[in-house]
């Protein structure tokens, strides 16, 4: 309805143009995915089928958006980072978001047969996502770090855990 007299509300759209020369971080992260899990029967402490179906989602999403210079995954999320100089979607942060987040929610939806074989979706996986600016080479390996060393945390927390609990015998709340 190009030229029609509705064509105004489109001034009702806000401007979410990312600002120019900053590094673009596009997380996806896994909503509920404690019970996700517990419901599709991952293995603890790390579900290398998971792992390797969220592998294969952000591959889809890099080679589909080759302004995606790194990824980086741990656990149910990833991050992508877009080029300081990208003009994909002319830096619309809600166009970056939803169509990465979507693209990734699909794949790994579309695979998991691949890597679960018979064991059917009991119900559809969801996925959160968020755009943050990063204004400096410093700022980016920064929040990288701050990825690194959570999923270190993380990791040496549930590998701890899941070893007392399914090696030792112990229950959850002990």
Not at 26 to 45: M, S
Not at 69 to 88: M, N
Not at 150 to 167: E, I, P, Q, R
Request: proline content about 3%; aromatic content about 16%.
């Amino acid at each position: 309805m190009a030229k029609s007299k509705f064509e105004y509300v489109k001034t009702f759209e806000q401007d979410d143009s990312c600002l120019q020369n900053c590094w673009i971080v596009v997380r996806v992260d896994g909503k509920a995915f404690h019970k996700f899990a517990d419901v599709h029967g991952f293995v603890k402490p790390n579900d290398l089928r998971a792992l390797n179906l969220m592998n294969r989602a952000a591959t889809l999403v890099m080679e589909e958006f080759r302004d995606i210079c790194l990824a980086y995954g741990q656990s149910d999320e990833y991050s992508f980072v877009l080029r300081k100089d990208t003009i994909f979607y002319n830096r619309r942060a809600s166009k970056l978001m939803t169509t990465i987040n979507s693209l990734f929610t699909s794949a790994y939806v579309f695979n998991w047969t691949s890597y679960f074989g018979p064991i059917q979706l009991q119900y559809p996986p969801a996925f959160d996502g968020r755009v943050v600016l990063y204004p400096t080479d410093k700022n980016l390996r920064d929040y990288l770090s701050w990825r690194q060393a959570d999923v270190h945390v993380n990791n040496l927390y549930n590998t701890a855990f899941w070893g007392l609990v399914l090696k030792k015998g112990l229950s959850n709340t002990q």
